[in-house]
Nanobody
Framework: VQLQASGGGLVQAGGSLRLSCTTSGLILDWSAIGWFRQAPGKEREGVSC????????VYSDSAKGRFTVSRDNAKNAVYLQMDNLTPEDTAVYYC??????????????????????WGQGTLVTVSS
């Protein structure tokens, strides 16, 4: 299974970016896809998770109202639309995929059990 995350870049505060995660080798309809991020010096945190079997979507507290997950099964792709970005959103963003479940715990999203497949990350930098 290969995951490819893309779409990162430099954007000013208040701007938007759309991240893409494409996959090969795993049927999206039966998997969960999560977006995570890791800022310099901080631990990795989950920001969203889409559970394909029932289309359940969960967001972290920091992502609610600003980030939106969508999918295109024909392209085997999942997107993370990020609006009203702030410098605190600066991080490397990763997508992860597996036959897992999504949940929101402690203001963050998690995938249980931990996903086995990860994309390589795409850097998002938000300038003030």
């Amino acid at each position: 299974v290969q995951l490819q995350a893309s779409g990162g870049g430099l954007v000013q505060a208040g701007g938007s970016l759309r991240l893409s995660c494409t996959t090969s080798g795993l049927i999206l309809d039966w998997s969960a896809i999560g977006w995570f991020r890791q800022a310099p010096g901080k631990e990795r945190e989950g920001v969203s998770c889409l559970q394909s079997v029932d289309n359940k979507i969960v967001y972290s507290d920091s992502a609610k109202g600003r980030f939106t997950v969508s999918r295109d099964n024909a392209k085997n792709a999942v997107y993370l639309q990020m609006d009203n970005l702030t410098p605190e959103d600066t991080a490397v963003y990763y997508c992860a995929l597996d036959y897992t479940a999504c949940a929101a715990v402690g203001g963050r999203t998690i995938m249980t059990p931990d996903p086995r497949y990860w994309g390589q990350g795409t850097l998002v930098t938000v300038s003030s």
